[in-house]
Structures are given as C-alpha cells and as structure tokens.
C-alpha cells in the first residue's frame, strides 16, 4: 500500500456523495485531505434520483453544466400511484419554483460519484480506493487523531487533524463509539435492480420518479428512469414479510412486480440487467455529529427512508456544511466538537422534517392528496418538503396540522460537545 502517512489537515472516509462532496470543497479551501474509499471505482449503488434543492451544492461544485451535457433523464416530477394502478396528479417542482433547479437529474451513481471524485482530485485532495479503513484512532483525551487503514493484506496509520466520516451505511465511527440510535418503526428492507426495455412515460414525464403502492399497501415501489433504456426498480416492505421464507432476492423481486398492475405493465417487456440486492434494516441516526477532530455526513450520521429519495441530497449538503465548519475550525485552531458540529442542529432540522414525512407516508389509510385537499394553503409547504427545501423558514408548519391525519415521531435528540 503505496500511501505517504504523513499527517494531513482531513482524512474523509468514504467516497460517495457526502465524501466527495467534502474532499471537493475542503481541498478548493487549500486544505492537504486525502480521501480513502474501501471499493473500486466506478461501482454501482442505488440512490439516482436526485432532489431539486441538490442544485445548490452542485453548482457550487461545479457539476450543474456538466450534468446539463449528459443523458442522464431530467426529473420534473414525482408521482404517487395506488395498488391498482391509480396515478395522483404528479407533483411539478416548477409549480413552486421558477428558477432553472426546479429540473433535476436521474443519474447513474456509478458515473456521478467517480465525477465527483475527478472534481475532489482536481481541486487537489488525494484520492485513493480500494483503501479501507479499519477503524479510527482516538488519542487518551477522546481526540480523533488519525486511522488505520488497509489494503493488499498491508496495513498503516494516517495521522490527520480531522476525521470526516462519510463511510454510508458502514458508518465507522458510529459503530465505533455506539453511536447509532435504530428508529424501529422504519426498519425496513429493500429489494433493487436495473431493468432495460421499460415502458416509459412521454415528454415531461418520461424522467419523473414514480412511488407505487404495492399489493395490499404491505410496502412501495420506486421506478427511477435512467440513461441507456433503464430503470432503477426496487421493493420496499417489513423484512419479515419481505425476506423470509420466499427464495430468492430475483425471485422475490419478479413476484412483487408481478403483483403490481402498474410495474407489471411497465416491465412486461423489460429484463433484468444488473445484480439484484437487498439490504435491509436500514434506518438510523446517530446520537452525535461531531466530536474533538471528528466529523459525521451523509448516511454515516443517519439514513431515513428511500421514500422521497432524500440520501444524495442531504449527502451533499452534510458534506458542504461540515466543510465549512471543518475550515472554520482549522483556522482557529479550534477542533473541539462543538465547532465541528455547529452546522449540526440546522441539519437535523431538516432530517426530522424528512422523517415526519416518511411516518407520514406509511401511516395506514393517509393520503397526501386528502390532506391538501383538506389543507390546500399546505400545498406549496408540501412540494417544498418534496423537493428537499427543508431548511426554508416555516415549512415545517405543515406538521402541526398533518398530525391530525396521521401519526407523526417525536424528535430524536441530538447530543453536542
């Protein structure tokens, strides 16, 4: 394993989203970071529709005229379909927004995050793979001080000022400190593949994302159209109805959709073009964001639910605020928790605006549809949550009359120091 260990400014941990979003910028600020991400890059992962308020952060990064250059489908909307097939009227971002963010992208992760790789290294960070990172070096103080990674059967320490971990749902230093609260209500399991030759809608909504209730409403379906004749297709339900006793991941799968009037339409033409996955149990958050030298961002603070597609966005925008907060720190010479995690109070504001609104989703017999017909001055707030304008101020007015429709979870609390 050819790595100089010499100390570094940031060691980030992980190269998805999050990471690379925060190596990017870090390194843009003349900060010495180097990035190690335990697979090979390209790779493929879920997680491709992304929200309008992602536009921010990618403009900042410099990745919105490059994605205006690629295939990737353009996302106008999102659209929510019954068991039987019956379609809500779809939800258009540019109702509410007339600026250019209110169309967005439906990407191919394994061609977006190696780009945003490419965007890091050429902003100066280091960038190394096939690195994995066995487990966080704390000082007898509790300070991060560095990690110990291998690679090729070799391993080394790396000494750095700050650790970010962006490591997904591997979350390293979670793990390490159990740190990681489960929300039991939304532990679910997901069963996902690539299709190719899927019927796709025409003009404006040939790119939207569509939720589809599945049979008896025991979970949901995302269809997510990508580039080259492919869509992203996945089930959503309790793991125990889900998993167990079935077969296997394919075979469960093709009986879900097969289940589904919508999806079995759509993909009567269509086969398989990827592995089929599963991953399960997969909400959490962590009790904490930040600590003497340490960073959380992305799925390695908390993943919520796939429902509204929320995982890439609040990957880039984790990552862009603790940038900030990290560079802010180094210059004052102040990398205590309470500096690192500043932006962490605001973040989880909009993580349990996101949260009411998944309990929202899978409470049984509510219907975002009866609710803004009973409440149509809520309509903007909800196309906002939507669209992932969490942070504006008074959207999140809509729960205090949502929760007579629903059941809504009480706020998990965040420790800081």
């Not at 902003?123 to 509790?142: H, Q, S, T």
């Not at 080259?228 to 339900?237: A, L, Q």
Request: aromatic letters at 8%; charged letters at 25%; glycine letters at 10%.
């Amino acid at each position: 394993m050819d790595i100089d260990t010499r100390q570094r400014d940031v060691v980030v941990i992980g190269g998805g989203p999050a990471g690379g979003a925060a190596a990017a910028l870090l390194a843009a600020k003349g900060l010495d970071v180097l990035l190690l991400e335990k697979e090979t890059f390209p790779r493929f992962h879920i997680g491709e529709s992304l929200m309008t308020e992602t536009w921010w952060a990618l403009e900042k990064l410099g990745l919105v005229e490059w994605l205006k250059s690629t295939a990737f489908p353009r996302k106008h909307s999102v659209q929510f379909i019954s068991e039987d097939g019956r379609p809500s009227k779809p939800f258009y971002f540019s109702d509410t927004n007339d600026h250019e963010s209110a169309v967005t992208w439906q990407v191919e992760r394994s061609v977006f995050d190696a780009k945003l790789l490419d965007v890091a290294g050429s902003n100066g960070a280091e960038i190394r793979d096939g690195v994995a990172v066995e487990k966080v070096l704390f000082a007898e103080d509790g300070r991060a001080e560095g990690v110990r990674a291998a690679a090729n059967g070799r391993t080394c320490e790396i000494p750095a000022r700050v650790i970010v971990d962006a490591s997904g749902l591997g979350a390293v230093i979670g793990r390490q400190l159990k740190l990681l609260e489960q929300d039991p209500l939304l532990m679910k399991a997901a069963i996902f593949a690539h299709y190719k030759g899927a019927h796709r809608d025409e003009g404006v909504d040939e790119g939207a994302t569509l939720i589809i209730h599945s049979e008896g409403n025991r979970g949901w379906f995302w269809y997510i159209p990508l580039s080259d004749d492919r869509v992203s297709v996945g089930v959503v339900g309790e793991p125990g109805e889900l998993l167990k006793g079935r077969g296997s991941p394919s075979e469960i799968l093709t009986e879900e959709v097969q289940g589904s009037p919508c999806l079995k339409s759509r993909l009567e033409d269509a086969s398989i073009c990827s592995d089929v996955s599963v991953v399960s149990d997969f909400s959490y958050r962590s009790r904490r964001c930040a600590g003497a030298g340490w960073v959380l961002i992305g799925d390695a603070f908390g993943f919520i639910d796939p429902v509204y597609s929320t995982g890439v966005f609040l990957a880039l925008k984790s990552g862009e605020m603790a940038a900030e907060a990290i560079a802010e720190g180094i210059a004052a010479d102040d990398l205590g928790g309470d500096r690192l995690g500043a932006f962490a109070p605001e973040l989880v504001d909009g993580i349990e605006a996101m949260r009411k609104l998944v309990y929202a989703f899978y409470t049984p017999g509510f219907s975002f549809a009866d609710f803004v017909k009973n409440h149509p001055e809520h309509r903007e707030r909800l196309v906002d949550l939507l669209t992932g304008n969490v942070f504006k101020e008074g959207v999140s007015d809509i729960f205090e009359d949502m929760k007579d429709f629903c059941m809504l979870p009480e706020e998990m609390p965040l420790e800081v120091g």
